[in-house]
């Protein structure tokens, strides 16, 4: 039995299979959070047109309360805890956003602009307000969906050119429009703007290859265009290869998410995924900026050296390759005594301790009440 296990062929079935089912239940668990939009929402009567409002916000629930005139205006709101992180809807804004409802309809709601850079939170609200919102829209799945098989299509015709126009719209898409970037808070959490994208990356690398990081993350993307400037026709300057042994500092930024996920905590160890906040907070972009700018000098630096979730999507890859080729996991941390690695480490986790302590300063005075 045990032989007939080892065999390549059943070997492939066997993991496929379960391959399957795991991207099956990943999937669900996925578009669960839109299919109980409505059951984690409340708009509940409190007589003399005064309603108590539950929405589902990205990092909690948002409870207010609002008052309703007989042309079912919103005339009054109060906001009675916000339980969001600051640094995406802080209080304030959250009450500027309701401020903005009063005057209008509920059904009205979609028509007024939303919190900057909080997406979610947005949705969360509005999807409280009107009865029916929270169903799951079909249309734009399948959108996406197309998309992201057209993606993986051209990744195995190897189609270059095309993949290269398929990240851009990819760039407008995930970043620009939706700004849905996934980290690995988010793919533990399951939660994205795009409901599809967390399941379909794992489950693509679980079973194909690693789609979502070669040509679907636009900063992954930004990246590979930094690698296109012509170094070598520029007197002085040179293209650096990532020592082996930097590849590590993805597997021990995983397991530091990984450990403050279970201890319900966030460590803001990505700071690329603030890159399209459109907040106006201008050190914000200076650190994915400066990832872009050693990337010129080191391909793709943050992604094959210190992203964790590109870590948690090149570990399901592997799992693939041993499970259907019987090929023994190499991690790629290779013996280097090299000094250039130190500056490396060094310098990629000094910008995550920066980026720590500047979000860390701004939670700060964004709980400081007015």
């Keep these: 039995m045990i032989s007939l296990l080892r065999t390549p062929s059943v070997r492939r079935i066997l993991y496929y299979a379960a391959a399957v089912l795991f991207s099956l239940l990943f999937g669900f668990f996925v578009i669960r959070p839109a299919l109980r939009a409505r059951s984690e929402t409340s708009l509940e009567p409190q007589g003399d ?33 916000s339980r969001e992180h600051p640094l995406y809807a802080p209080r304030e804004a959250v009450e500027e956003y ?34 029916g919102r929270g169903r799951v829209d079909w249309a734009a799945l399948g959108l996406f969906s197309a998309f992201w098989l057209l993606t993986v299509a051209l990744t195995a015709l190897r189609s270059r050119r095309l993949l290269l126009a398929a990240g851009f719209l990819w760039l407008i898409y995930v970043g620009v429009l939706e700004n849905s970037l996934l980290s690995i808070y988010s793919l533990l959490q399951l939660s994205s703007g795009l409901l599809l994208l967390p399941g379909a990356a794992v489950a693509t690398a679980l079973l194909y290859r690693n789609v979502y990081c070669r040509h679907v993350c636009p900063f992954g993307f930004l990246q590979n265009l930094a ?22 500092g993805k597997f021990f930024l995983l397991a530091v998410a990984v450990g403050s996920f279970i201890m319900a905590d966030e460590l803001y160890l990505e700071p690329y995924v603030h890159l399209f906040s459109r907040k106006p907070l201008w050190w914000l972009y200076l650190l994915p900026a400066g990832l872009l700018l050693v990337s010129v000098f080191v391909r793709r630096f ?19 390759q041993w499970g259907v080729l019987g090929v023994r996991p190499r991690w790629g941390l290779v013996e280097s005594g090299r000094t250039g690695a130190v ?26 009440p007015k």
Excluded at 103 to 111: A, D, I
Excluded at 302 to 318: H, I, N
């Design 98 to 131: 309701l401020g903005r409802l009063v005057g209008r309809k509920l059904s009205e709601v979609e028509e007024v602009d939303g919190i900057s850079g909080a997406t979610v939170t947005t949705e969360g609200i509005r999807t409280a307000l009107l009865p």
């Design 227 to 248: 690698a296109r400037i012509p170094l070598d026709r520029m007197p002085g300057l040179r293209r650096s290869a990532l020592p082996g042994i930097a590849r590590a």
């Design 49 to 81: 047109g005064e309603y108590e409002v539950q929405a589902r916000g990205y990092h909690g629930p948002v409870f207010f309360r609002l008052k309703l005139d007989r042309a079912g205006r919103l005339t009054d709101f109060t906001l009675l805890s």
């Design 343 to 368: 500056p490396l480490i060094l310098g990629a986790f000094a910008l995550v301790l920066l980026s720590n302590v500047l979000l860390l300063l701004y939670g700060t005075t964004a709980l400081i």
């Design 302 to 320: 943050w992604c094959r050296g210190f992203c964790p979730l590109g870590a948690a999507l090149e570990l399901a890859e592997k799992v693939r």
